[in-house]
């Protein structure tokens, strides 16, 4: 940017809050509403602090003031200064293992923009040779298909020095390198078990964490290139040089013309990577000089604990050479392009990818765990999968298990009932351990219930979740899947139909040459024909919001029974398998029809009502072979398992677009046919792996082949909304089903009077705030008095043309954050409905207010890919029947995008702003 130099002059002479290394904005505006507004009055703050911050922890307030002062202090001495943090076991200077002289220095050059992935371009790695020399190797990646050649290389030219000194280390400075690895492997799935073996053996170690726990410096940033003055390197190339160098490489990559770049570009970039490479391998040396000087003082620092070699359990690694080797054989013969392949080769090559999904799937909340065990309880106050800052409350007998309850402050968190937690147990080792299980948690109230795992009198300050669910069934189920099309081939009748058919992207299979759907009949009419007449293949069926997805499984389920058909319901979770099956019997009462219901549940309840429950797998089955049921709802670990084969004629996938290719496949073996019901469009599956293209969609990703609604040759697109108003639906259709979505007769017909919304529609509420994140108090005062507008003098037309007064029950207030949702809920009358739109999906109201919070892009927590997503925005404005109203901050409809996808995101919001009306605000700033 031009104007860099400026702006970076301006903050300087501010002496701004923006220049103390590690400060947030949330603690910036913390303290500007103290009146401390520049660094030198942070650093000038009493010890300790005079009062307690109202978001976040006093310690990690503490600590942004002591950052302050040793930057003062620096700037003061005109000098790089710093000081020494007290010692903790596994932390900082203890982290360091001991020097070996075949320890490497690894640095990675990427780009994310370049092409749909990223390109990691350069790989950089440096180590000393026996006589002293400093040896630096690169492998270059300027064109796509040299990637996975140069990641293989860097990995195998590893083991090499691994061979030759088993005691070495790889040391990086930032956890970017080592993610690039890790999302590389997956990506390729080629050296996973290298790499795994490696991480099992801790040969990776990052010298950021080191730095920050064990000192504090007089830098504005925690950089390597900040750091280099304390350990007097200099570097080959100037960093402005460098950065243009680098800039004119990234850009010529983007542009696809890796071809064009010239010698003397790609030196100066190698040089500048090679300086990253040995600036790591220096800092090392300086971190244990500092660490010998601690330990001559008679200070204690062991050594991390030496791990084994990092090979897995004898029955794990020969599970893992087996899968390999059926994958191999899948693949062979299939031509390495992918465009070069047939319908048949992509099939077979995308089942090897999906072989090992769930081993992929499963590292990385192992990755997590271990990076979350590392952190102290200020650092794990930042992070959703963590609760700090815990305050103990009281305890409770709950039979056999002790119930405690504890307060924690506000921050944002992912924690939900029935997660399992673990805590840092401080001490030699500091090993994690599971402390217990959530039984109750209120983030808007802010406290929570833990069953401990036992007895103990110690009381928690900090937890983290970690849930570990067993997916072996699921593995196994695809596995048989694979060696069947192995010896058969991917299109040969038989068995397994269903995934094959799935996989191939065939079109459904009906009995007799019934057509999938007539021109006098609705597609609800035609789902229903069709239903019986399935004949061992897959039928698709995607449904936008108010499209009558569950009405249409389970009208034909109750068609399905009427035939004499066995029955399957599966979903992601039991309460979306539960609705299904209630819509079931409720179709019954509408229906000449007799279902008998059961779902396989974890947790049989008190009162199941007209579905019967069971909690352990013979039952169903048995109930399945002898007739006494005719649907069976379970989740795809029941569907999965072998002594299921083929126990129903047809399964239902409900909420496809949130299950993983992987699963549906694995549990489509429990049916002849297969049903897919459910809308990518809307929230996505929570995919946390990295996995090779293909192998990490969602299955009714996979079967709209990258476009956003079915082909009509591959199914059924529930093309009319029962709830959108026209107006509102204009835009749905438009944004996010290719205009093929309209409203049902009689919508236009829903309307909202009130004194500011009259009619329907899309509303915009700009409210002007600056620097917020997770929780904007100008939008609650806002909403706040919108809703008491609207039940004050709001009227709620339906589609029948039925008028009456606004209650509270007829809105949905949606926020992205909980903070948010938690001021929400305090300021507006008790039992409105307020949430994040996760908890709303499936839901409707007459009217929808969605809290935008945010100030701007650049303050978003979780960028612009959670906040501007396209899913959660479809999700937010179509539960609303006649009005939506986005309230925003003007900014975020004014985003700096830097790539096309970003492009994409922003679109949505800026096309909702054409077509929104505008409410001006109420509120004044001072009121907020």
Not at 63 to 79: C, S, T
Not at 302 to 322: Q, S
Request: hydrophobic share 40%.
């Amino acid at each position: 940017c031009r104007w860099w130099p400026r702006c970076d002059r301006r903050r300087h002479d501010d002496d701004h809050l923006s220049i103390v290394a590690g400060i947030s904005r949330l603690q910036r505006r913390e303290l500007e509403s103290r009146e401390v507004v520049t660094l030198t009055s942070l650093a000038e703050l009493a010890t300790p602090l005079p009062w307690s911050p109202r978001r976040g922890t006093r310690p990690s307030m503490e600590r942004v003031r002591d950052q302050a002062r040793v930057q003062l202090a620096g700037r003061r001495e005109r000098k790089s200064v710093f000081e020494l943090l007290a010692l903790a076991p596994d932390q900082g200077l203890a982290r360091l293992p001991a020097p070996s002289p075949g320890d490497l220095f690894l640095d990675l050059e990427g780009d994310p923009y370049v092409g749909d992935h990223g390109r990691e371009y350069l790989f950089g790695m440096a180590s000393t040779s026996g006589d002293g020399r400093i040896v630096y190797a690169s492998e270059w990646a300027l064109r796509s298909q040299d990637e996975k050649w140069a990641f293989e290389n860097v990995i195998d030219a590893i083991l090499i020095h691994l061979e030759n000194d088993p005691g070495l280390h790889v040391f990086h400075y930032g956890p970017y390198d080592l993610a690039a690895l890790k999302r590389l492997m997956g990506r390729y799935a080629t050296r996973e078990r290298a790499i795994d073996r490696m991480l099992r053996a801790e040969r990776f170690v990052d010298l950021l964490p080191v730095v920050r726990q064990s000192l504090r410096a007089s830098v504005e940033r925690y950089s390597i290139k900040d750091l280099e003055s304390f350990y007097d390197f200099t570097r080959d190339v100037g960093l402005r040089e460098a950065s243009a160098f680098r800039a004119a490489l990234e850009r010529a990559l983007e542009l696809g013309d890796g071809d064009t770049i010239d010698e003397e570009t790609r030196q100066a970039v190698e040089r500048y990577n090679r300086d990253d490479c040995l600036s790591a391998l220096r800092l090392r040396g300086w971190l244990e000089d500092l660490r010998a000087r601690r330990t001559e003082a008679g200070a204690a620092i062991p050594r991390p604990a030496v791990v084994a070699d990092g090979a897995p359990a004898p029955e794990l690694d020969e599970r893992e050479r087996a899968t390999q080797e059926l994958a191999a054989r899948l693949v062979s013969g299939i031509p390495a392009d992918p465009g070069a392949r047939s319908r048949e080769q992509r099939a077979r090559a995308l089942l090897a990818d999906l072989l090992e999904w769930h081993r992929r799937e499963e590292k990385a909340p192992w990755w997590e765990y271990y990076r979350l065990r590392d952190l102290l309880d200020d650092a794990l106050m930042d992070e959703k999968a963590a609760i700090a800052g815990l305050e103990f409350v009281a305890v409770a007998e709950n039979g056999r298990r002790v119930v405690e309850r504890y307060s924690f402050p506000p921050q944002e968190t992912s924690i939900r009932e029935e997660d399992e937690l673990h805590t840092r147990e401080l001490g030699d080792a500091a090993r994690p351990r599971k402390v217990g299980t959530v039984v109750h948690i209120d983030p808007v109230e802010r406290w929570i219930e833990i069953a401990r795992s036992s007895k103990s009198s110690e009381r928690l300050s900090a937890v983290f979740e970690h849930t570990h669910y067993d997916t072996r069934e699921l593995a196994k189920a695809l596995v048989r899947l694979g060696r069947w099309v192995d010896e058969h081939g991917i299109d040969a009748p038989g068995p397994e139909r269903a995934a094959r058919d799935l996989l191939l992207g065939r079109p459904p299979r009906l009995r007799l040459g019934v057509p999938l759907r007539t021109a006098d009949e609705t597609v609800v009419e035609a789902a229903v024909r069709i239903a019986p007449t399935l004949d061992q293949g897959v039928l698709v069926i995607q449904g936008p919001p108010g499209a009558g997805k569950t009405f249409t499984s389970a009208q034909m389920i109750c068609a399905l029974v009427r035939d004499g058909k066995k029955v399957g319901v599966c979903a992601h979770s039991h309460a979306v398998i539960r609705n299904l099956l209630e819509d079931v019997m409720e179709a019954v009462d509408r229906a000449t029809v007799s279902v008998r219901c059961m779902h396989k549940t974890k947790k049989v309840s008190e009162a199941p009502g007209r579905i019967s429950e069971c909690a352990d797998n013979e039952e169903p089955l048995a109930a399945l072979a002898q007739g006494t049921i005719d649907v069976l709802g379970g989740t795809a670990w029941l569907w999965s398992r072998q002594e299921f084969h083929e126990a129903v004629d047809v399964l239902f996938v409900d909420e496809a677009g949130q299950m993983s290719l992987a699963n549906a496949l694995a549990c489509a073996q429990g049916a002849k046919s297969l049903v897919l019901v459910g809308d990518p469009q809307q929230l996505e599956q929570p995919t946390k792996g990295s996995h090779p293209d293909g192998a990490g969609v969602s299955a009714l990703e996979h079967a709209l082949e990258g476009r956003k609604t079915l082909s009509p040759e591959r199914g059924l697109f529930l093309d009319e909304t029962w709830r959108l108003h026209p107006s509102i639906c204009a835009f749905t259709s438009e944004q996010f089903y290719e205009n093929k979505l309209h409203a049902r007769a009689g919508l236009e017909l829903q309307a909202i009077e009130s004194a500011r919304i009259r009619g329907a529609g899309l509303w915009l509420l700009p409210v002007e705030h600056q620097g917020n994140t997770t929780a904007a108090a100008e939008e609650v005062a806002e909403i706040r008095a919108l809703l008491g507008e609207l039940l004050e003098t709001g009227a709620w037309i339906d589609a029948e043309a039925a008028r009456r007064p606004l209650t509270l029950d007829d809105l949905l207030i949606v926020a992205p954050y909980n903070a948010q949702v938690a001021d929400l809920v305090r300021a507006l009358p008790r039992g409105a409905r307020v949430g994040t739109v996760d908890r709303f999906q499936g839901q409707q109201a007459p009217i929808v207010i969605v809290s935008m919070t945010t100030s701007a892009p650049e303050d978003a927590p979780r960028g612009m890919e959670f906040l501007y997503s396209l899913d959660r925005l479809n999700v937010a404005t179509s539960r609303a029947r006649a009005a939506c109203v986005l309230v925003a901050s003007p900014r975020l409809f004014e985003p700096e995008c830097r790539n096309p996808r970003q492009m994409q995101l922003a679109n949505g919001f800026c096309r909702y702003l054409e077509r929104a009306r505008t409410l001006a605000p109420v509120v004044r700033p001072s009121a907020a």
